[in-house]
């Protein structure tokens, strides 16, 4: 059973920063692409950064490039690091896995999703 379990969002004013963390666990993602994705209240999901198994691959949407990272530490932990939070920011955060090469910003390329954390940021 492939489970993601997503941590450390919460409440911060704007300007503000917050760690989110992924934990995945139930088989061996050191070959997988993980990624980060988004939902605010209304909205479709959206794609928020992706990172490569072995980590030198990245990417970012561009509303977030230069605030956000995403890093790697190991095959089943991914972070992203949220600075400068901005009210926009404000949504459910998901972590997801890939069983395919390569990094997409496409809901439909990731296999496996966590439960979401909520990252709410005040004006």
């Known amino acids: 059973q492939v489970q993601l379990v997503e941590s450390g969002g919460g409440l911060v004013q704007a300007g503000g920063s917050l760690r989110l963390s992924c934990a995945a666990s139930g088989r061996t993602f050191s070959a997988y692409t993980m990624g980060w994705f988004r939902q605010a209240p209304g909205k479709e999901r959206e794609f928020v950064a992706a990172?490569?198994?072995?980590?030198?691959?990245t990417d970012y949407t561009d509303s977030v490039k230069g605030r956000f990272t995403i890093s790697r530490e190991n095959a089943e932990n991914v972070y992203l690091q949220m600075n400068s939070l901005k009210p926009e920011d404000t949504a459910v955060y998901y972590c997801a896995v890939t069983l395919r090469a390569g990094i997409s910003r496409g809901v439909s390329w990731y296999n496996y999703w966590g439960q979401g954390t909520q990252v709410t940021v005040s004006s």
């Open positions: 990172i490569t198994w072995s980590g030198g691959g």
